[in-house]
């Protein structure tokens, strides 16, 4: 059973730094290109950050460069998503995501969610201004 657990996430002041963690199980991580999305209520959830399955390549929503970072250790069958100068629009349920991609060029991110097959409950990030 494929599992995946976002964790990190939690209350902070405007202009400071949380670090998410999802853990994955169940499947081969390194055959899995990752993305973390997140989402506000009576809003579609929106991209935030992907990664290759190869870890070499990353991409990132307009709204978030410069301030999250993706990455992945595939060791510990984990991604995590690094944000730092939080603003209160960051507020959201935020998602990890698992799209298979072996046999894919190993430079592919993924940004669509219909290109996802896996999907964790989401870890809550609350910024107060």
């Known amino acids: 059973q494929v599992q995946l657990v976002e964790s990190g996430g939690g209350l902070v002041q405007a202009g400071g730094s949380l670090r998410l963690s999802c853990a994955t199980s169940?499947?081969?991580?390194?055959?899995?290109?990752m993305g973390w999305f997140r989402q506000t209520p009576g809003k579609e959830r929106e991209f935030v950050a992907a990664i290759s399955l190869s870890g070499e390549s990353t991409s990132d929503a307009d709204s978030v460069k410069g301030r999250f970072t993706i990455s992945r250790d595939n060791a510990k069958n984990t991604v995590y998503l690094q944000m730092n100068s939080l603003k209160p629009e960051d507020t959201a349920l935020y998602y990890c995501?698992?799209?298979?991609?072996?046999?894919?060029?190993?430079?592919?991110?993924?940004?669509?969610?219909?290109?996802?097959?896996?999907w964790g409950q989401g870890t809550q990030v609350t910024v107060a201004s």
């Open positions: 169940g499947l081969t991580f390194s055959n899995y290109a």
């Open positions: 995501a698992a799209a298979h991609a072996k046999g894919v060029a190993p430079g592919v991110t993924k940004v669509y969610m219909r290109e996802y097959d896996y």
